[in-house]
């Protein structure tokens, strides 16, 4: 158990709707990452959150979203979504202690299905 | 910019067998390596990090040494077990202060009894 949860487990949708995906981080850990999972890319950096504000974009579309509250936890928001769009989502949460800097804890991840 | 490549899966190896996936990534500085492991229907589990040119990581009888040379972290196991299937994920993190993990396609290990 890495520490690092992640709800809901699957979800399954349809075109154009919008769907919130909730992550909450190791306790301490300040930086937050979503990634997306798929077939035909791979694993790839979304978008990163550190303390509440947005710290690095990736290959993020602009019909998605995230934001990370007070308590350090984030969502991230997909909407109008398209058959593309199914995918694993993994969050993760970085420890930023000495020797361990770089380390990235992974949840267990979203299944999004959008039919 | 930075990117990871790795050897194309599917691997399958009998068990006891020697295990190595390759892995090499085109990065400007000194990046830290990583490889993860994803077991079915799990998410991704670090199973070692090397941060330095020459540092050799090891975990679980996994090990890879970063070779800057060769801009190569191959992942060697002498001894491979059923419960050793997965998918491996090699993955860099540059040099900038964001923290954002740069993986490899995956290679599927498939070890059979």
């Known amino acids: 158990d890495s520490g690092v949860t992640q709800t809901p487990k699957h979800l399954i949708t349809a075109t154009g709707q919008r769907v919130t995906l909730r992550c909450s981080p190791r306790?301490?850990?300040?930086?937050v990452y979503w990634y997306q999972q798929s077939l035909d890319q791979g694993l790839q950096f979304l978008i990163q959150y550190y303390n509440g504000e947005e710290r690095a974009k990736g290959n993020i579309l602009e019909r998605f979203s995230a934001q990370q509250f007070p308590d350090l936890h984030s969502e991230l928001n997909l909407s109008s979504l398209e058959l593309g769009d199914s995918a694993l989502y993994f969050c993760?949460?970085?420890?930023?202690?000495?020797?361990?800097?770089?380390?990235?804890?992974f949840g267990p991840g979203t299944r999004l299905t959008v039919l | 910019g930075n990117s990871v490549t790795q050897m194309e899966g599917p691997v399958t190896l009998s068990e006891e067998a020697f295990l190595t996936i390759n892995c090499t990534y085109t990065a400007t500085g000194y990046p830290s390596l990583f490889w993860y492991v994803q077991y079915p229907g799990e998410g991704l589990q670090l199973l070692l990090k090397?941060?330095?040119?020459?540092d050799k990581g090891s975990n679980k009888g996994f090990e890879a040494t970063y070779r800057k040379e060769t801009t190569s972290f191959h992942l060697e196991k002498g001894s491979v077990q059923v419960s050793d299937s997965a998918v491996y994920f090699c993955?860099?993190?540059?040099?900038?202060?964001?923290?954002?993990?740069?993986f490899g396609q995956g290679t599927t290990l498939q070890v059979k009894p």
């Open positions: 993760a949460s970085r420890a930023h202690t000495s020797g361990r800097d770089n380390e990235q804890f």
């Open positions: 090397a941060t330095k040119a020459d």
């Open positions: 993955a860099l993190h540059g040099s900038s202060n964001t923290g954002k993990l740069i």
């Open positions: 306790s301490g850990d300040l930086s």
